[in-house]
């Protein structure tokens, strides 16, 4: 969210920060954090030092907070979740925290049989009331700001707290998620498909019921539940103290740095690298040459042309390239614009554009084939990546190679104005203002090359571009003030759903930078969202692929993959091990990395 990172280093990093799943909010920083833990003693047999420069601070280290890649890559280490991705995997889950579980009811119950002899880092043994006690605090703590609105999607039935929705109760909420003895018991309202990979999200992770009671967090009962509701955890007693079942315990947190080391009791395998220091450098060229000393393993590179003009080739650098890309974005247009300022005259007279310009489906359709899709892949991705149908990535089970990407073609995109409004658009031309992120050279590439385009077809025809600070676009566009804009999502559980809601539903999370409701997308979606049968989920995807195509809802921007630099004696990175779900940079866990 996740989504931001934003998720794995790319061309497009600078485009991530549109990543709603992914948003690095501010937090409540310390001076200096310390752990109060157990004070155990550090894994036997565990050497050296991982060393990470980043450009951002850590908002949080309390799971039920966190929705972002600065923090998600700590909390994954720190925290573990249920259940986990097998591998490089995005379909296929491995038990983590449980060890085996199995559905039933149709698929409205799912009964977790957990791990026992694991300790939390505190000392405590981790039983079934931490993972109870975390998925009710998940629910009533519940904010658009944390992975939880998708947690209660699936367990009370809507997104929303018990602020915002009263029909949610105590009851609810203890109803879906209790223990049956050593069994841990989720109830769903109806069938979700997505279930299992939502417990896989970092967000998600156990924590330590007794430590989080102790130290001032909700003490998990009904008398009290009420004044947690939608409470902000940002700098929680937990995000100050943090307590989970991990293969490192945290140490200390600065304003400049984060550091953290292997835990001895480990239930499972034990970690290699003895300490992880995570420094905050906000200056690329420091984390640059701190990297290529050898004093930094891992860096914020600054995406793929620094990578490939400054990095590759030099002396102890190796490079895995061609990673995978779990990202999608497009650039909305607004059907209702809800900014009067940016409608110019409010009319089809060449001076400006009504609320509802982008509602005549040729206008869309000419747009889309302006967009020049091959120079974008050129000039920003250094050639990599490959034209999209959908924004759902093509590496996601639903996308559907099948179907044939939008061409940059400006006879059709010409054809297409000279119908738009009645021949109006062509005869009277138009006046409109799009919009990019401040800073953002990607984003800025992509909107002069629409415009370029745009206004070669017809001298009647302008298109203004400006860029804003990314607080005033994410304010705008949530309010449909905005024209056109980049819009982009990074997961945050590995499936079509997460995408295809959210860029394309009535109800979806981006409705307010589209303004369309489509009867047959939203059917389409809600049969996906009630149905476990892969094969039809999938074709239903297709279905709503085609018929987004048709009706041209975004200008849609090419798939991106990634690159990762690194020292070359950091072992356990490779293609086949990368999992572009979690959040640390290289893929994997911290404790499946060594250094030779």
């Given at each position: 969210m996740k989504n931001s990172l934003s998720l794995r280093a790319a061309a497009l990093a600078t485009l991530a920060l549109a990543l709603a799943a992914c948003d690095n909010r501010n937090a409540n920083n310390n001076s200096g954090t310390t752990s109060a833990g157990g004070g155990t003693s550090t894994a036997s047999g565990a050497t050296g030092t991982l060393v990470v420069q980043e450009s951002a601070d850590i908002p949080t280290l309390d799971p039920g907070t966190t929705y972002d890649t600065s923090s998600g890559q700590v909390v994954e280490n720190l925290y573990e979740t249920l259940l986990t991705y097998q591998g490089s995997s995005l379909s296929d889950l491995r038990p983590l925290l449980?060890?085996?579980?199995?559905?039933?009811?149709?698929?409205?119950?799912?009964?977790?049989?957990?791990?026992?002899?694991?300790?939390?880092?505190?000392?405590?043994?981790?039983?079934?009331?931490?993972?109870?006690?975390?998925?009710?605090?998940?629910?009533?703590?519940?904010?658009?700001?944390?992975?939880?609105?998708?947690?209660?999607?699936?367990?009370?039935?809507?997104?929303?707290?018990?602020?915002?929705?009263?029909?949610?109760?105590?009851?609810?909420?203890?109803?879906?998620?209790?223990?049956?003895?050593?069994?841990?018991?989720?109830?769903?309202?109806?069938?979700?498909?997505?279930?299992?990979?939502?417990?896989?999200?970092?967000?998600?992770?156990?924590?330590?019921?007794?430590?989080?009671?102790?130290?001032?967090?909700?003490?998990?009962?009904?008398?009290?539940?009420?004044a947690a509701v939608g409470q902000d955890l940002t700098g929680s007693p937990l995000a100050q103290n943090p307590s989970g079942t991990g293969a490192y315990r945290f140490l200390q947190k600065t304003s400049s740095a984060l550091t953290a080391e292997a835990f001895a009791d480990y239930w499972g395998e034990k970690a290699k690298i003895k300490?992880?220091?995570?420094?905050?450098?906000?200056?690329?060229a420091a984390r640059q040459q701190a990297f290529l000393r050898g004093d930094a393993d891992l860096i914020e590179t600054g995406g793929r042309p620094i990578v490939e003009e400054q990095l590759r080739g030099q002396p102890g650098v190796a490079v895995l390239d061609d990673l995978p890309d779990i990202s999608a974005f497009g650039i909305?247009?607004?059907?209702?614009?809800?900014?009067?300022?940016?409608?110019?005259?409010?009319q089809l007279n060449g001076q400006g554009i009504p609320a509802n310009f982008f509602s005549d489906v040729d206008v869309r359709r000419g747009f889309v084939a302006s967009f020049d899709v091959p120079t974008y892949i050129e000039e920003v991705q250094g050639g990599k990546g490959e034209a999209r149908n959908f924004l759902l990535p093509d590496t996601f089970p639903g996308y559907d190679q099948s179907l044939a990407a939008p061409e940059f073609n400006l006879d059709a995109a010409r054809q297409a104005f000279q119908r738009a409004w009645g021949g109006r658009v062509w005869q009277q031309g138009f006046t409109l203002t799009a919009t990019y992120r401040a800073?953002?050279?990607?984003?800025?590439?992509?909107?002069?090359?629409?415009?370029?385009?745009?206004?070669?077809?017809?001298?009647?025809?302008?298109?203004?571009?400006?860029?804003?600070?990314?607080?005033?676009?994410?304010?705008?566009?949530?309010?449909?003030?905005?024209?056109?804009?980049?819009?982009?999502?990074?997961?945050?559980?590995?499936?079509?759903?997460?995408?295809?809601?959210?860029?394309?539903?009535?109800?979806?999370?981006?409705?307010?930078?589209?303004?369309?409701?489509?009867a047959q997308i939203d059917g389409w979606i809600g049969e996906a969202r009630t149905i476990t049968d892969a094969e039809r989920r999938n074709e239903l995807y297709g279905q709503v692929a085609r018929r987004a195509l048709d009706q041209a809802y975004y200008v849609?921007?090419?798939?991106?993959?990634?690159?990762?630099?690194?020292?070359?004696?950091?072992?356990?990175?490779?293609?086949?091990?990368?999992?572009?779900?979690?959040?640390?940079?290289?893929?994997?866990?911290?404790?499946?990395?060594s250094k030779s």
């Open positions: 449980a060890t085996e579980w199995r559905a039933a009811n149709d698929g409205r119950e799912y009964r977790f049989t957990l791990r026992e002899g694991v300790k939390f880092h505190s000392g405590n043994d981790f039983t079934c009331a931490d993972a109870e006690y975390t998925f009710r605090r998940n629910l009533v703590t519940n904010t658009s700001d944390s992975g939880n609105w998708f947690l209660s999607e699936s367990l009370l039935g809507t997104g929303s707290n018990a602020n915002d929705d009263s029909s949610i109760t105590w009851e609810r909420i203890t109803n879906a998620v209790k223990c049956d003895g050593g069994t841990l018991v989720f109830t769903l309202p109806k069938v979700d498909p997505a279930f299992l990979s939502k417990l896989a999200y970092t967000g998600q992770s156990i924590v330590d019921s007794e430590h989080a009671k102790k130290i001032g967090e909700w003490d998990g009962t009904e008398a009290t539940w009420k300490n992880v220091i995570i420094q905050v450098v906000p200056e690329q909305s247009m607004n059907q209702n614009i809800k900014d009067a300022s940016l409608l110019g005259s409010g800073g953002s050279v990607p984003a800025q590439t992509a909107m002069e090359l629409l415009k370029r385009n745009i206004e070669s077809l017809n001298p009647k025809f302008r298109v203004n571009i400006q860029s804003k600070q990314w607080s005033e676009i994410l304010e705008d566009g949530g309010a449909g003030r905005e024209v056109m804009i980049i819009t982009g999502w990074a997961p945050d559980y590995a499936d079509a759903d997460n995408f295809v809601h959210t860029f394309y539903a009535s109800d979806g999370y981006y409705q307010p930078r589209l303004n369309f409701k489509d849609l921007m090419p798939s991106n993959p990634g690159i990762l630099a690194y020292r070359d004696n950091l072992q356990g990175i490779s293609r086949e091990t990368f999992n572009p779900m979690l959040a640390f940079r290289t893929g994997t866990y911290w404790k499946d990395l």
